[in-house]
């Protein structure tokens, strides 16, 4: 009825959803943006204190002498997910009922009354009505559906509603009263009037998102503080830190490849795929050197750029692919200059130092006037960029927001350069083999 209405008036700021169902009709919609789940409920079976009836299972409720109150699925959320959980037990039940009203709250007054034996309730229900029992059975028990505060596309005062969703989620503020009431709590953001959300990002990254940064700091109405630097950095700064509930430990951390989230898959247990970019050789306009192949980058005289091995995922991807091709002695004798990520070596090619770098694609696809890129023929010239969101931040639902507002905007990434990758499963960070030629020293 609410997605109905929704629908109809186009106007509002939040929607509060009883369930994941009422969430996913509004987003097919196109309703609602950000989501947040505030509290945990699941069917059960409600009855008066004592349980006078003895009632203990579905079957239970289809006895004669049992009188049974219902929701319709039509309008109400709980008889909707326990029509799905059921089956054909459910259209038993519906045959049965005495009564069927529009929403939870009557049924369950009803029952508080005593004019009915038993109904379908959300767990959470139960408790807030005078001298009702829950009775939980294994054919609901298992079907936990999330009630979320849902941002509406119509919105005028996103950060707004956004501050008071967080509020409402979080486990200090509103979510002390979900509790007081008998619901569940969703792990909600620790409470601030403005977070300060810690992303750490390999340099190659900063391409595509700084924009999308502030556009997602803008509509939450937070501060997104970010490092780029290289993930070599990046690791060694997390592992230096106390532990994970340092102050200043990453809620998300955005690597240049996956090679580099196993250091740090404690903290990260899951990597969501986003994008991939070749690994590559540029050159000056025209390739004066004749530069194409790892083996050109041997040739005596020529001055090099390469990012370093122990600082960054291209310097330690590059090493790898070198010393698997036998390659790295010769060509290390032309290095010049090492950094720790790419756009380095793109500004001194451009101010004419170096006559050739180990650079991403994205690194040099802006430079064209100017510059050559040349594909590396090797199996591990690519790089795979996933994104993660520490376990235990005290802002991950934040970080998880952030991550959809990325996904949400592949358009941005490919016009940077880069492959999208989005749309694949996560990887279990602890399950990422790294190949053993990189591990080799």
Known sequence: ALIS??????????FIAADDGSVADARKFELVREVLPLVRQHPVIAVRAGNPKNIHSLTDLLRDD??????????????????AALGETWSKLAARATVMKPAVTEVAADLSLGTVDAAILWDA???????????????????????????????????????FARYLAAPEKGGAVFQSHGFQLADGDKWAEKPELILYSGGVNRLAIEKLLKQFADREGVNVTTVFNGCGVLCATMKTMD???????????????????????????????????????????GNPKNVKTLADLAQPGLKLGLCNAEQ?????????????????????????????????????????GLEAAVVYRVNAAPQTEHLEFFPIKHEGARAIQPFAVRERS?????????????????GEFEAAGFQWRGNEPSLKSKDIKVPEYLLEK
């Not at 005078?130 to 005028?156: I, Q």
């Not at 790898?320 to 756009?343: C, F, H, I, W, Y």
Request: a positive charge; charged letters at 25%; proline letters at 7%.
């Open 312 to 352: 960054s995922t291209l310097g330690f991807m590059t090493r790898g692919m070198l010393k698997q091709t036998g390659l790295l002695d010769s060509v290390r004798k032309n290095v010049v200059v090492e950094v720790p990520t790419a756009d380095f070596l793109i500004n001194q090619m451009r101010a004419g």
């Open 125 to 163: 229900t139960v408790p807030q009505f005078k001298g009702l029992l829950a009775v939980e059975v294994p054919e609901l028990k298992d079907r936990v559906e999330n009630a979320s505060a849902a941002v509406l596309a119509v919105c005028s005062q996103p950060a707004a509603a956004l501050k």
């Open 243 to 285: 532990s994970a509930t340092s102050p200043r430990f990453p809620d998300a951390y955005y690597a240049c490849d996956l090679c580099f989230v196993p250091p740090v898959a404690a903290q990260f247990p899951e990597a969501f795929l986003l994008t991939e970019t070749e690994i590559g050789i540029v050159v000056r306009k």
């Open 66 to 83: 049992v009188k049974l109150a219902l929701t319709n699925p039509d309008a109400a959320s709980i008889s909707r997910v326990s029509k």
């Open 394 to 410: 005290p802002n991950r639902q934040l970080a998880r927001r952030l991550l959809d507002t990325l996904k949400a905007n592949r």
């Open 5 to 14: 209405n929704l629908r109809v008036a186009k106007r509002g700021d939040l």
